[in-house]
């Protein structure tokens, strides 16, 4: 239950022709305390709850449980999430031993691109597509509960 992530900027479009799957993501935060969040996603035809901890200081470790739920409930729980809901299309590419979600942004955070790849270890290492851009790991601001609140368009 504790993720281990690295986030990029994405410095091209070439990972939409790499991507071997993409899906469109809508999310919204009932809690975007920085001690603790509480996201509502739909994803595909699935909704989900999601409770992430505090980060660690390097930004790499939280703990995250997640619940799939219904539609409906995903959707009634949107309506009661704190104003500036997202929306972004999830690209997967599977590069090396790693697959990278990359996440480009609509609305007011339309022109902002990110990806992530997961780790079994803070430590471990990964092959780095050419995509891949400037490191923003650990930096709040690229954070989706914070782009909620203050979107890239309003830097």
């Given at each position: 239950?504790?993720?281990?992530?690295?986030?990029?900027?994405?410095?091209?479009e070439a990972f939409?022709?790499?991507?071997?799957?993409?899906?469109?993501?809508?999310?919204g935060f009932l809690?975007?305390?920085?001690?603790?969040?509480?996201?509502?996603?739909?994803?595909?035809?699935?909704?989900?709850?999601?409770?992430?901890?505090?980060?660690?200081?390097?930004?790499?470790?939280?703990?995250?449980?997640?619940?799939?739920?219904?539609?409906?409930?995903?959707?009634?729980?949107?309506?009661?999430?704190?104003?500036?809901?997202?929306?972004?299309?999830?690209?997967?590419?599977?590069?090396?031993?790693?697959?990278?979600?990359?996440?480009?942004?609509?609305?007011?955070?339309?022109?902002?691109?990110?990806?992530?790849?997961?780790?079994?270890?803070?430590?471990?290492?990964?092959?780095?597509?050419?995509?891949?851009?400037?490191?923003?790991?650990?930096?709040?601001?690229?954070?989706n509960s914070q782009?909620?609140?203050?979107?890239?368009?309003?830097?």
């Open positions: 239950m504790i993720e281990i992530e690295r986030k990029f900027l994405v410095n091209s939409k022709t790499e991507a071997y799957n993409s899906y469109a993501i809508k999310q809690n975007s305390d920085k001690e603790r969040t509480v996201r509502v996603r739909l994803k595909k035809e699935v909704g989900y709850i999601t409770v992430k901890g505090k980060s660690t200081s390097n930004g790499l470790s939280r703990f995250e449980w997640e619940k799939e739920i219904t539609i409906t409930e995903a959707e009634s729980l949107l309506k009661l999430c704190e104003q500036g809901i997202i929306d972004k299309t999830r690209y997967e590419v599977k590069f090396g031993n790693h697959t990278f979600e990359i996440d480009e942004f609509y609305g007011d955070n339309e022109g902002l691109v990110i990806a992530e790849v997961e780790l079994n270890s803070e430590s471990e290492s990964f092959k780095r597509p050419n995509w891949l851009g400037k490191e923003v790991t650990g930096d709040p601001k690229y954070y782009l909620s609140k203050k979107a890239y368009n309003k830097w």
